[in-house]
């Protein structure tokens, strides 16, 4: 992308942010040509995170049986607000012919 140097001072942000995603911006001024080039390789917002730390106990939280059932109640709760009543797992489980 070629833009004059009076409408890179109105787009600065967004043409170096083009520029650093790997775009060519040029700007021409007075006649002369400048590309904008980033420093080193291109870097990806991914890239930019910051990992945390997690910690994990020994033993699993879902091993607690009074945490499993208030887990089970809410997402049912949430289930039957988005989506109408649960529907019956004895009912959708295939079942074996004799």
Known sequence: MEVPITQFRREIFSLVNLALEGGEVWLTHRGRRVKIV?????????????????VCPGESLLDDPALLAEMTRSWE???????GPAPDRDSTSPRAEP
């Open 77 to 83: 709760a949430d289930w039957e607000r988005d989506f």
């Open 38 to 54: 980033p420093e080193g390789q291109p870097v990806s917002r991914l890239s930019r995170i910051t990992p945390m730390e997690i």
